[in-house]
């Protein structure tokens, strides 16, 4: 059967991007790389019929708008950042086909670590890296694949070893991890190199298909208009200038031997390590949800903030565990500030009635400040009518926002007297659920006897919150 050339079917039928009335063309130059690329990885995900379970990540570039053209699941990432987003959507969508589409700016510049680190862990993920040799999008500067002595916006006199070093070769240092499973290079210049560029990046895709993880294409492409050339002329100068220096190649290929690496489940390991650590044993069932409570329920967008050892961290999964059991939805988020420099340890804690979105408490509406630069960095950024708990016992001044609730409060000092002074972060619980009730402080005790690991200290935390109940009921 001859093959029928036609548009793949995981394009879009009509590229929104593109303004004119058929919407039929791309927003690239004419003779740039780009558009043969994504043909040809188009191309493959109609072969192994993908498109439904593919996020595609759109780094920052000229390929910024691949989401206009692929149909299927789109992410536009920060600049380098595209293995890192990656990342995440693969390890939370298991059994999903990324692929991380970048420049040679975006992936060897200012993202070389992150491809690096995301290669070297063997991520589920297949990289198409095109090679233009230039920063296609910003006019022309150079780049790390740069030719030596070919001139841009930013090596007008030609990249000197001197001046700018050697080009990198990432297929090369990519192929000397042992994380990745398929590495090669190839170009889009001719027939012969085209249609090998198809196979690798059928190759590459098929392989994390199979499970192997993490795959590299690199395709050497052409850029005439940063290189001031004419799309034939600078076809040519990417076969007799860039190939000479990147050799077509295949660098590695063990789809064959390599077993395939995850499973379809969910990979749960992080968050159990996370009780582990914080000597919390596992949350594995919802208490019995009330649909009214759950229903009706205001959204709690915590910041729990002090320094190391005043157990913010604790605090939040606690409290987050007690939400938990009462069928809330509910995200903890742990951030370590550079405290040396007088930043907090603090974490982001939502309670909500409904799936939450993003882990993210820019603007509180509940702060606890334990410490001084806690309620410094936090106070701007609370919301209008939020609950904020200030730790008199180390915060001598008042919080300086009018539009709030402050409640003061000498946590330490109450913790010391049950004789647990660690047992602050609990005093400021139960000060949080005895003021606003958003769940029965009661229910704290419970929690901290079922998951407390320390057994021998569950009786001074519970202490602790009632303390703090009584302290707010006065
Ligand atoms: C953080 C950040 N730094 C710099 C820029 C400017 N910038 C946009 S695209 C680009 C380089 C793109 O070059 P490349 O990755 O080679 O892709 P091409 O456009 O050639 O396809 C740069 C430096 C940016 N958008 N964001």
Redesign the pocket.
Known sequence: MPEVLKKPASFYDRFERKVGKDKLNTHYCPGCG?GRVHKLVAEAMDKLGIADKTILIS?????VFAYYYFDCGNIQA??GRAPAVATGASRSNPGSILISY??????AA?GGNEVIQAANRGESMTIIF?N?A?????GG?M?PTTLIGQKTATTPYGRSVENEGKPIRMAELISQLEGPVFVERVAVTDFKNINKAKKAIYKALKSQHDGKGFSFVEILAP?PTSNRMKPLECLKWVEENMIPYYPIKNFKDETETRPARRSDKPQLSTVEEYFDALNLADVSTKGQADKDFVKNFSEQRVRIAGFGGQGVLVAGVTLGVLAMEEGLEVTWLPSYGPEMRGGTANCHVILSGRKVGSPLVTNPNVLIAMNGPSLDEFEPVIEKDSVVIVNSSLIDRKVKRTDVKAIYVPVTEIATSVGLTAAANMVALGVYLGYTKVIAPEKLFKTIEKYLKKKNLIDKNIEAVKKGIEFISK
């Open positions: 780009h780094p920052v570039g000229c390929s920060a600049h970048q420049g040679d700016g975006d992936l200012i095109v233009n230039i920063y296609g999008m910003t500067q780049a850029c």
